[in-house]
């Protein structure tokens, strides 16, 4: 399997994206990454949310990046990343419920919060991590809408209780600075960036 994107980074392993996120692997796949996807199963709570964020989302991002690495059969670069939304200083992750999702939308309402998002790179015995950020801010919110959005169960899998890129939870921002990918939840640039450092790195070691 190749992909332009493998290409230009000289890429002489498999990639390989250690997630179970949908909105991940089309990101990759539509700037011409080609990958394979593994869904490794990490205790996400083993990891302190008191942690500042950026070292919250790296460390989650490793995880499961060297969870990853440990599914593969021959060698790899495998992807981890992780995202979570921060309000005044509180870490809103994905809602456990349809109620814990309307509480987090109504907090968000009218508000601007930070998005964090993590990457992580793991090669055998290498590892490094990197963190894009967005500032993301809601428009009020009417009951009603923020029902409509609940019901629907767009909210149950995403940090902060929804998605920039859904047709609903899209026309609930009204301004955003910083990356759009890393609210999305994978920040393209910084994977790039990062991804083709990572590869220099060894080829210059």
């Given amino acids: 399997m190749t992909g332009k994107m493998n290409g230009i980074l000289g890429l002489t392993k498999p990639l390989i994206l250690a997630s179970q996120s949908p909105r991940r692997r089309e990101l990759l796949t539509r700037i011409g990454f080609a990958f394979s996807a593994v869904s490794p199963d990490v205790d996400e709570a083993s990891v302190s949310d008191t942690l500042p964020p950026h070292e919250y989302v790296s460390a989650l991002a490793l995880m499961k990046a060297l969870k990853g690495a440990a599914m593969c059969t021959s060698p ?45 790179l793991v090669d055998g015995g290498r590892s490094t991590t990197a963190v894009g950020t967005a500032k993301v801010t809601f428009r009020d919110l009417d009951d009603d ?61």
């Fill in 145 to 205: 809408e923020i029902a409509a959005y609940v019901e629907g169960g767009s909210p149950m899998d995403k940090a902060g209780a929804y998605g920039i890129q859904d047709d609903q939870g899209a026309v609930f921002v009204s301004s955003i600075e910083g990356c759009y990918f890393a609210v999305v939840g994978l920040p393209m640039s910084l994977l790039y960036t990062t991804l083709r450092d990572f590869v220099r790195d060894e080829q210059h070691a």
């Fill in 76 to 120: 790899s670069i495998v992807i981890g990343s992780d995202t979570t939304v921060v309000l005044d200083g509180m870490v809103l992750n994905k809602p456990v419920s349809a109620h814990d999702a309307t509480r987090m939308l109504k907090t968000l309402s009218g508000r601007t919060h930070t998005v964090y998002t993590g990457i992580a």
